[in-house]
């Protein structure tokens, strides 16, 4: 009988979405960061939800139960944020084994209403059952355009720009530290944890961007650079080109991986779990775009690319010996190999 780790995450995706029943008030439907849909008073929401299990998304030996919250929230506010809308409301399932401590909880759920006070979201109500082993938090978020515009990952056109904030790759380091379970004296260190365990969701970022004309899709940074980008391939009809040079690298991340004997450029295309915002632009617009975001913000935006319609996959420009192979992201059902 077939698997689900015989075809991966995306392959089971793409099937079960087949089977979900749609309407005409659904704008965008699966597929996206969050889906878009049309009230009967003619107003657009926002609407999306991520799960974290315990052992797989988190591991309370390398991290405080607080952090978890964090994490937890800004996975769904980071999905908002994405489609260049305001996060306005949330809803918490969490599933626990009945010995969990009491103060564990807690401490959950003050990291998740610190995280969503940080961008004026009420907790509105959720669920809460019991789970015969992990921990299990779910988020559902409820959104709203600023303007009569949102993001998707399908608008990328022909020689749009690539463009990315921040420094993906930090959480992915981060997480290597808390796991090696050493004491974390040095700066570097202390600063990738933090990238890892208090990632920032983009979200007054992605509403600038919404607000753009020239601004044409984006995705936030989850499951790496490379595969994210991937998926605004798949939904524009498009590839891509990454120059591994013009990439940006964190002094911290820099110093670790020269610690370590790895190649940066690895964590910055296959990390995940870093929340930045990875957007195209119409060559017009790239300037004004970059020269707007610098005057109204300090997170870093760097031109790392361009969308072309003569590949329908992302291509590699000066990656000496990096291949495609390091930088395959995260799949939750990646398929065995034969």
């Known amino acids: 009988m077939e698997q689900v780790n015989d075809i991966g995450e995306f392959k089971l995706i793409e099937r079960i979405t087949k089977l979900l029943p749609q309407t005409a008030s659904v704008v965008v439907g699966p597929g996206d960061d969050a889906a878009i849909y049309k009230l009967s008073s003619g107003q657009i929401v926002a609407v999306t939800c991520d799960m974290l299990i315990e052992g797989i998304h988190f591991d309370l030996n390398a991290c405080l139960a607080g952090d978890v919250g964090w994490r937890a929230m800004t996975a769904s506010l980071s999905d908002i944020a994405a489609m260049g809308c305001k996060p306005l409301l949330a809803t918490i399932s969490i599933g626990m084994p009945q010995n969990t401590p009491v103060a564990t909880v807690e401490q959950i759920y003050d990291g998740l209403a610190r995280a969503a006070r940080e961008h004026a979201v009420a907790i509105v109500g959720g669920d809460t059952v019991k789970s015969p082993e992990r921990i299990v938090i779910d988020v559902s978020m409820i959104g709203e355009p600023v303007s009569s515009k949102y993001l998707t990952r399908s608008g990328a056109s022909d020689g749009n720009a690539i463009v990315v904030t921040g420094y993906p790759g930090q959480s992915a380091a981060g997480l290597e530290i ?157 398929p065995a190999p034969h």
């Open 178 to 334: 808390a796991l090696s379970c050493t004491k974390f004296a040095r700066l570097y260190e202390k600063e990738l944890l933090k990238a890892h365990l208090e990632p920032c969701a983009r979200v007054e970022q992605g509403l600038l961007l919404a607000q753009n004309t020239g601004v044409t899709a984006a995705i936030d940074l989850s499951d790496g650079l490379v595969q994210d980008l991937g998926r605004i391939c798949e939904m524009s009809h498009l590839g891509a080109v990454v120059d591994v040079k013009k990439l940006p690298v964190s002094p911290h991340l820099a110093e670790y991986s020269r610690t370590k004997g790895e190649n940066a450029m690895k964590f910055c295309l296959s990390g995940g779990e870093d929340y930045e915002l990875v957007f195209t632009v119409h060559p017009d617009s790239l300037d004004q775009v970059l020269a707007d975001w610098q005057n109204k913000f300090d997170v870093l935006a760097t031109a790392i690319g361009y969308m072309t319609n003569e590949l329908s996959t992302v291509h590699l420009e000066n990656a000496d010996e990096i291949t495609l192979n390091d930088t395959a992201g995260y799949d939750h059902f990646r």
